[in-house]
């Protein structure tokens, strides 16, 4: 009975098959579905190399302060200025008998370009700016006039950045304040009159730190005044302070360069192409970008017609690494641009590349070329602006490589010219 069981079921599953076969072909192989054929390409892209002329570093969350030297891209200087609030309606009323003791300046430090544990040392130098600080929209290039005058020197190992650092200023500095302060000279009489007295600080390193330090603005830098006065019924000394800050008050960083031992030394006048260079440059802070022309897409798009665009994408490098991968730019951005060399504002935003499944007409949702530390390359998809450039329905083609953190660090990276593609996967009816 077991063996009639499996015969049956063999003759069944034959039967089955035999009458499938018989209701003709199906799936790719048949007449009533053309093949489709899949494809990739490699669109090369044209380059060169431009300095911006304007890269803004006021009110940016910190100020930088420090130097590099010998990199790839250079030597560079970071100096931070930020004005201070004399708080003059927060002045108390002076004992007699009060005296000054000592002027001690404190800081927060938010952000390190080398976050290596042997690179964390700071040589810090304050300076009295001597010109107005006017509230306005600093850029890297801005500088204020500040004297010779040492209002303070401390050097420091910088351990981590959510601590207090503090270090004692000049005494012949805090005598002028303290007496200032007790006497109810007129330049504390209010900001306007403080401002002018003392327009701001200075700050740079004193030495090649090989290193650049955020500061943090606001409250979070304090100029305290100490000073003994007698308690309430005169008998004992107490110590108090009278505290200064930056808080709402305008802050911004100005950035030096010498590329003039590196092949970007011909890049000497702002928003002016450089070609003639074998390697490309990307640096936030100086306003160095690389531009980008995608007119061979144009070419591929009349070429290959009736195509569908499956994906595209496109690859930056591989670059050349620094040692340290924290001085990379966390991100790129594909800044639309033209004949001219600068960003196309668009409202409070700029116009770039945008997200797959945004319009490219809008700014809000700009595509973001992450690195990948295995392959040494920043790449993206790009597939909806591909689409809608091989359809004729929008095509521009020069984009500004730009870093994402282009205001707040001194990150950058090199990479050869060659090392620039967008890979396009589609498909073609045979």
């Known amino acids: 009975m077991a ?13 089955i098959l035999y009458s499938c076969e018989e209701k003709g072909d199906f799936g790719l192989a048949t007449d009533d579905v053309a093949p489709v054929e899949f494809n990739t390409t490699n669109v090369a892209i044209e380059s060169s190399l431009v300095q911006l002329d304007s890269v803004i570093t006021a009110y940016q969350g910190r100020f930088l302060v420090g130097s590099l030297n010998n990199t790839l891209l250079g030597n560079y200087t970071a100096t931070g200025f930020l004005a201070i609030n004399g708080r003059t309606g927060n002045i108390p009323s002076f004992d007699d008998d009060a005296k000054y003791d000592s002027v001690r300046i404190e800081f927060k430090i938010n952000y390190m370009h080398d976050t290596s544990s042997t690179n964390r040392d700071l040589d810090l130098e ?11 929209l600093y850029i890297a290039s801005n500088s204020l006039e500040y004297s010779n005058r040492l209002l303070a020197l401390g050097s420091f190992v ?42 701001g600080i200075a700050f740079r390193t004193a030495a090649d730190q090989g290193n650049v330090f955020g500061f943090t603005p606001g409250v979070d830098f304090r100029i305290r005044v100490y000073y003994n006065e007698p308690n309430a019924d005169n008998t004992d000394v107490v110590s108090r302070y009278f505290e200064m800050n930056g808080f709402n008050m305008p802050y911004f960083f100005n950035v030096a360069y010498d590329r003039s031992a590196t092949e970007f030394g011909v890049v000497d006048q702002t928003n002016t192409e450089y070609s003639g260079t074998n390697s490309l440059a990307v640096h936030s802070g100086s306003g160095l970008v690389t531009k980008l022309n995608l007119n061979q897409l144009v070419s591929f798009s009349e070429t290959v017609q009736g195509a569908i665009i499956n994906s595209a994408h496109i690859e930056i490098g591989p670059i050349e690494e620094p040692s340290n991968l924290q001085t990379l730019p966390n991100s790129l ?28 007409l809008i700014s809000n949702f700009p595509v973001l070329l992450r690195y990948n530390k295995e392959t ?43 090392n620039l593609s967008i890979k396009i996967f589609y498909s073609e009816l045979r």
Do not use: H
Not at 165 to 194: C, H, I, R, T, V
Not at 333 to 360: K, P
């Open 3 to 15: 063996k009639i069981k499996s015969c049956g079921a063999l003759l069944l599953g034959l039967a």
């Open 126 to 136: 304050l300076f009295d700016i001597t010109e107005e600080f006017e509230d306005t």
């Open 158 to 199: 910088i351990e981590d950045t959510d601590s207090v650092y503090a270090m004692l200023g000049d005494d012949a500095w805090g005598n002028e304040l303290f007496n200032g302060l007790k006497n109810g000279s007129s330049n504390f009489e209010n900001q306007e009159n403080f401002s002018q007295y003392l327009p």
């Open 333 to 360: 951005l594909l800044y639309l641009t033209d004949e001219r060399n600068t960003r196309i504002r668009d409202g409070s935003s700029y116009r770039s590349i945008q997200q797959d499944g945004s319009s490219q």
């Open 376 to 418: 040494k390359k920043y790449s993206a998809s790009i597939t909806s602006f591909v689409k809608v450039y091989y359809q004729d329905d929008y095509r521009r083609d020069e984009y500004f490589l730009y870093p994402s953190d282009m205001n707040s660090t001194l990150r950058g990276f090199t990479f050869n010219k060659d």
